[in-house]
C-alpha cells in the first residue's frame, strides 16, 4: 500500500525534503507526496482522509515560531506521529543571466526572510522583501514570470535545477547551523 504524505509546500521545499526524510529515516519506501502548499491545506486533506499523512514546520532555531502552523493546528485536530529537525540551507537564486547588480526584490516565505534577516539587512538593505506562500513557490513564480526578472528568491537549492533557476549564493541563513521543527501529523480517529 502506497502511504500519501502531503507536504505545506510545492515542489522543491523543505517541507518536502523533511518529508523525504522521514520517510528515510522510518525506513518507508512506497510512498507519494501532495503538495499542498500551505498547513491548512495539510489539516484540511489530513481530515477529509485525502492523505494519510502531513508533515510541515512549527518552528525555526533562528526564525521561531512558524505562524502560519499554529494558526492553522487550532483549526483542525489531528494526532502527533513525530517530532523532527532538519538543517535549512537558504539560498538565493535568480533569472538566468541575472547578476547581482540586477536585483530590486528579494521574494520568499516569511521565515526564510527571517532566516536571513541579518545577510537581508547587510547584503541587500535597499531592496524590497516580498513575502510568498512558500520557499519553492517563490522559486516556481520567477521561473514562470510571475516575478519580475529583477527579483531574487531564497530557497532551497534544489530550486536551481527543478526550476532552471541560477544559484547566485549559497549558504545566506544568518545561522551556520539553522534547525527547523517538523511535524509529521496523522488524523485523529
Given at each position: 500500500?502506497?502511504?500519501?504524505?502531503?507536504?505545506?509546500?510545492?515542489?522543491?521545499?523543505?517541507?518536502?525534503?523533511?518529508?523525504?526524510?522521514?520517510?528515510?529515516?522510518?525506513?518507508?519506501?512506497?510512498?507519494?507526496?501532495?503538495?499542498?502548499?500551505?498547513?491548512?491545506?495539510?489539516?484540511?486533506?489530513?481530515?477529509?482522509?485525502?492523505?494519510?499523512?502531513?508533515?510541515?514546520?512549527?518552528?525555526?532555531?533562528?526564525?521561531?515560531?512558524?505562524?502560519?502552523?499554529?494558526?492553522?493546528?487550532?483549526?483542525?485536530?489531528?494526532?502527533?506521529?513525530?517530532?523532527?529537525?532538519?538543517?535549512?540551507?537558504?539560498?538565493?537564486?535568480?533569472?538566468?543571466?541575472?547578476?547581482?547588480?540586477?536585483?530590486?526584490?528579494?521574494?520568499?516565505?516569511?521565515?526564510?526572510?527571517?532566516?536571513?534577516?541579518?545577510?537581508?539587512?547587510?547584503?541587500?538593505?535597499?531592496?524590497?522583501?516580498?513575502?510568498?506562500?512558500?520557499?519553492?513557490?517563490?522559486?516556481?513564480?520567477?521561473?514562470?514570470?510571475?516575478?519580475?526578472?529583477?527579483?531574487?528568491?531564497?530557497?532551497?537549492?534544489?530550486?536551481?535545477?527543478?526550476?532552471?533557476?541560477?544559484?547566485?549564493?549559497?549558504?545566506?541563513?544568518?545561522?551556520?547551523?539553522?534547525?527547523?521543527?517538523?511535524?509529521?501529523?496523522?488524523k485523529n480517529e
Amino acid at each position: 500500500m502506497t502511504i500519501k504524505i502531503g507536504v505545506s509546500g510545492n515542489r522543491g521545499s523543505f517541507s518536502e525534503d523533511a518529508a523525504n526524510h522521514y520517510c528515510q529515516e522510518n525506513k518507508i519506501k512506497n510512498f507519494k507526496l501532495y503538495y499542498l502548499e500551505n498547513v491548512t491545506n495539510v489539516l484540511k486533506s489530513l481530515g477529509l482522509g485525502e492523505i494519510d499523512k502531513g508533515v510541515f514546520p512549527i518552528e525555526n532555531s533562528n526564525g521561531g515560531i512558524v505562524y502560519e502552523a499554529v494558526y492553522a493546528m487550532s483549526e483542525y485536530k489531528f494526532s502527533i506521529e513525530k517530532i523532527f529537525e532538519i538543517d535549512i540551507k537558504m539560498n538565493l537564486l535568480v533569472s538566468p543571466g541575472v547578476n547581482a547588480q540586477n536585483i530590486k526584490m528579494i521574494a520568499s516565505h516569511p521565515q526564510a526572510l527571517k532566516q536571513c534577516r541579518m545577510y537581508l539587512k547587510r547584503r541587500w538593505p535597499d531592496v524590497e522583501l516580498k513575502e510568498c506562500s512558500d520557499t519553492a513557490r517563490a522559486a516556481k513564480d520567477l521561473s514562470e514570470g510571475f516575478l519580475n526578472k529583477d527579483c531574487a528568491v531564497i530557497s532551497p537549492k534544489i530550486c536551481a535545477k527543478l526550476y532552471k533557476l541560477d544559484l547566485l549564493e549559497e549558504g545566506i541563513q544568518d545561522l551556520k547551523f539553522n534547525f527547523t521543527t517538523f511535524i509529521t501529523a496523522l488524523k485523529n480517529e
